[in-house]
């Protein structure tokens, strides 16, 4: 390792910050801050070799080696120099690469590779930032954490900030948020504020207390939040054999993950990790779509909507990390485009009856596969990796809703019966018929 140390910049006016100054934007214009890190001394098949070292030993140990978790395991292109007493981890990252015959299918991209982000501590990609921007808090002593949220990274804080001690208080819109990330935040213990307007009413309030209460801001602002969702990216090119796909897919709403997908891909040639980059395919709900209509226009306006869609994880009407997102848009040669609610409700209940299931803003990234597939951008025989970013568990109340709705296309509505095995007999008889039609 070289021995420079990390620090933070401003994207906007190039002010620079001590890495351990608790401020997440720039204190001169407002700008967002990036963090820079010194390069690794390994490169190419050197690092890999670190990388893959790790996995193995973590993969025979138990969990107590930092390498078992997969955004640690990548830490040179995290946050090096970080304390191992700093680090508050639960093992996050380490989610599978699936292939499913149907999903693939219905996309019309028979490469198609799911990476499940829902698998993480608390069933969202969020944990993966949450643990870098947490222990950020520690090592800078923050007496408390906060952040606004669409519900996931709200239950990531809740999850982590206990384990470091700091009291966490998160913001989100009232009656905005599904059942399941406004139930598992309660129940990990934060401060619940249930604000009476919409996700960027959210962000205004928690960046304002932020500069004026001096909490730490654990908003995907922070730059420790991007730095750790970069080993998305890290850990499913690590799957693929270190072989770059030709496409990533990702849902997107305020633009934090997109911004640190740009940033992996930046890193991961940068270091010979890759020797050629794969794609970037943002995906917009069509109600929630400002990030789509500026690529529309070749990034030439920044644009904001009042945002609309069942996928309440991206229901974002004003990106905050735009700029990031234009970056990596641009570097990766990348697309942006929109998807309507029933496309997103279609892509969901395919990949819900594969078995792999996730939540509504997920399948996003499925539903702008096969639209991008349709359109020619993506070519047959591309690989390509959907990013399915939250746990079907995490949104009950949609899938209730489908599912009792016997006119939906692929509805499974339950049935009713009297106690009684004549009952169980003609759903049964029922069952295996249909299943030998097909
Ligand atoms: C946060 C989140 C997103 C959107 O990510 P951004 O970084 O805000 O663009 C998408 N899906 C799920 C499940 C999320 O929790
Ligand atoms: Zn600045």
Redesign the pocket.
Known sequence: MTERRNLLRCESCGTELDELDPRTSCPKCGGLLSLEIGMPSERGAALRALFDDRLSVAARAERSDIGASGVWRFRELVLPHIADKNLVTQWEGNTPLLWRESVAHWASVPELLLKH??HNPTG???DRGMTVAVSQAVRIGASAVSCAS????SASLAAYAPLAGIPAIVLVPAGQVALGKLAQTLAYGARTLMVRGDFDDCLRLARESSERLGVYLAN?INPFRIAG?TTIVLELLQQLGWHAPDWIV???????????FGAALRMASATGLIDSSPRLA?VQAEGAAPFARSFRSGFAERNAVRAETV?T??K?GD?A?YER?VRAIRETDGVVIEVSDAEILEAKAVIDASGVG??P??A?SVAGARRLAKDGTISRGDRVVAVL??HIL?DPGILLDYHKDAGRPMANTPIEIDAEISAVERVLKDAVSTSASR
């Open positions: 982000e829902g969202s990609f969020k669409t519900g996931n990274t995907s969702q990702l849902p997107a709403g305020n633009l934090g993950n997109t911004a640190a943002a996928a994880a991206i974002i990106p990390s997102g996730c939540e803003a997920s996003a970013t939250g995490k």
